[in-house]
């Protein structure tokens, strides 16, 4: 067995070289880095892929700590990017880590893109509007992608299913985000994580700091976003070991 990297001596044993030298030469966008992000990334460096590019303009806060896999006391107040590139640098040394603690927004969908040069997208955010200019851009560009859906205000790990996003009932975010991409004139047939579960009402909407529309808070349990973040690392994996999109 190759043993240059005891990091993959177990993975290997699963996927053979072939299989690893595959990951290694990929490179994977993963677009937001809280709960849902944060596990994915930190699944996807520990299979083995190569180039990840960790992409969130925003910071650790106290909030973040039920849930977020990257979220621990010493790096409140620090970039979610940044945090998230030196964690997986302490996994594994022959991982290429590009922290982006930038906001991407609507219009710059394309050229980050097209900079960048991801062969997978990783879709873990929460703007409705950039989710589904990302997975449009994605698919105009012919890389692949893979998007989470709603993971807040639901609590039960059984009713997590892995489909088409076309074929998704019961979800507002899906149903949002197909009519917006159908706005756009984008396909509607992305492959989505998302829960049957139907979910608990939200908390009153709150006025944000900014002075924007009031948003509700949505109630959160320590493992349900983690799973949603692991699973779509593992859709991703499982496509690229299997040569899909």
């Known amino acids: 067995m190759h043993k240059n990297n005891a990091v993959d001596e177990r993975t290997e044993l699963l996927i053979h070289q072939e299989g690893l030298q595959r990951l290694r030469g990929t ?10 992000g944060g596990a994915c990334a930190e ?6 892929v190569g180039r990840l590019l ?3 303009h925003d910071h650790f806060v106290a909030s973040n700590l039920n849930r977020q896999l990257l979220a621990t006391r010493p790096v409140l107040g620090r970039s979610k990017a940044e945090v998230a590139a030196e964690r ?4 594994r040394s022959d991982v290429e880590l590009v ?3 930038t906001f991407l927004d609507v219009s710059g969908v394309e050229g980050f893109l097209a900079e960048h040069q991801p062969d997978f997208v990783a879709d873990c955010i929460d703007s409705i509007a950039v989710k589904a200019r990302l997975l449009a851009v994605a698919r105009e560009q ?5 998007t989470a859906l709603g993971a807040g205000n639901r609590i039960d790990p059984r009713l997590m299913r892995v489909a088409k996003l076309d074929d998704v009932h019961g979800c507002g975010l899906a149903r949002v985000l197909r009519r917006r991409l159908r706005k756009a004139g984008a396909p509607t047939d992305f492959p989505v994580v998302y829960s049957k579960e139907m979910p608990r009402k939200p908390a009153p909407h709150e006025p944000t700091a900014d002075g924007s529309q009031p948003r509700a808070v949505n109630g959160t349990i320590s493992y349900l976003p ?3 973040g692991h699973m779509v690392a593992g859709e991703i994996i499982r496509r690229l070991l299997e040569g899909e999109r």
Request: glycine share 18%.
């Open 27 to 36: 490179t994977v966008l993963v677009a937001g880095l809280g709960g849902v």
């Open 43 to 48: 699944s996807l460096a520990r299979a083995g």
């Open 54 to 56: 960790l992409l969130d």
């Open 88 to 91: 997986l640098a302490s996994i």
């Open 99 to 101: 922290a982006c603690p």
């Open 142 to 146: 012919g890389r692949g992608s893979f």
């Open 226 to 228: 983690n799973l949603f």
